[in-house]
């Protein structure tokens, strides 16, 4: 089960000395939570709320990429990834050698910005792989950010873009 909530409560359970948290979830589906309580142990993850990107906002961007591809002549994947990589929304990861084609394929799979790039290793046998995660799992601050360089890059080759405040009435508005 994923939710989202807010903390209502935080102490110190005094025999273990470890946070006791009281959550209140954006869900009422207390027979899903009902068959956890009775779990011996849970994995857990709290992390600050972000709103997921808006469609709007992507359909924004790949309206540009598709100008900018007209302009260079250059494939829109290519400028869609050009700009993924620029992001530094990565994870470096060491491959065994024999491992790091089937990760590769496996990886790319996911959509045209989840891009891989070998890097040298300092361990035999293996590989660095910088993995580039896909504007599908931007937040809105990542979003942001990537519209504004495909924004930049318009305007480098003068190409007409909306207001600044537009931009962010898209990112903004969540369908």
Request: proline share 2%.
């Amino acid at each position: 089960m994923q939710s989202t909530g807010v903390i209502t409560d935080l102490s110190l359970d005094i025999t273990t000395k470890k946070a006791k948290i009281s959550l209140v979830l954006d869900t009422n589906e207390i027979d899903v939570v009902e068959q956890l309580k009775n779990e011996n142990k849970l994995n857990v993850e709290l992390k600050k709320y972000r709103q997921k990107r808006s469609l709007d906002a992507n359909g924004y961007m790949w309206v540009l990429i598709r100008e900018i591809s007209k302009k260079i002549n250059v494939e829109p994947k290519e400028i869609y990834r050009e700009a993924i990589s620029h992001m530094n929304t990565y994870d470096v990861l060491p491959l065994k050698d024999e491992a790091v084609d089937r990760f590769i394929e496996n990886w790319e799979s996911n959509g045209d910005g989840w891009i891989c790039e070998k890097i040298p290793s300092k361990l035999d046998g293996f590989t660095n792989i910088r993995a580039y995660y896909g504007s599908s799992t931007f937040n809105t601050k990542e979003m942001s950010e990537l519209i504004d360089s495909v924004v930049g890059e318009c305007k480098n080759l003068g190409i007409e873009t909306r207001s600044k405040s537009e931009v962010d009435s898209l990112l903004r508005s969540w369908k």
